[in-house]
């Protein structure tokens, strides 16, 4: 079956930088755009970035446009997001995200927490 399974988050300061990841299993991992999303407590989930199947179109949020960065690794099944930078709004849950078969499938969510 479809598993989506995120790493990499945590505490950070402002101004910082984190690394996450997102392994996937189940699926045709190149034949998929991929996405981010994330949501902060009592808001909706937003999309922050998404890549094509083969790497070659990016788009972003503007909020994070300039200190985002979405890339994939096809010979891993992984989809990574670069953050730098980072503020304090950007504290979230953050989601991996593939569309299969017509069904929205997601990970377990890592948290980011920007704070001082």
């Known amino acids: 079956q479809v598993q989506l399974v995120e790493s990499g988050g945590g505490l950070v300061q402002p101004g910082g930088s984190l690394r996450l990841s997102c392994a996937a299993s189940g699926f045709t991992f190149s034949n998929y755009a991929m996405s981010w999303y994330r949501q902060a407590p009592g808001k909706e989930r937003e999309l922050v970035a998404a890549?094509?199947?083969?790497?070659?179109?990016?788009n972003y949020a503007d909020s994070v446009k300039g200190r985002f960065t979405i890339s994939r690794d096809n010979a891993k099944n992984t989809v990574y997001l670069q953050m730098n930078s980072l503020k304090p709004e950007d504290t979230a849950v953050y989601f991996c995200n593939a569309r299969t078969s017509g069904v929205n499938r997601w990970g377990q969510g890592t948290q980011v927490t920007v704070s001082s």
């Open positions: 890549i094509t199947s083969a790497g070659g179109i990016t």
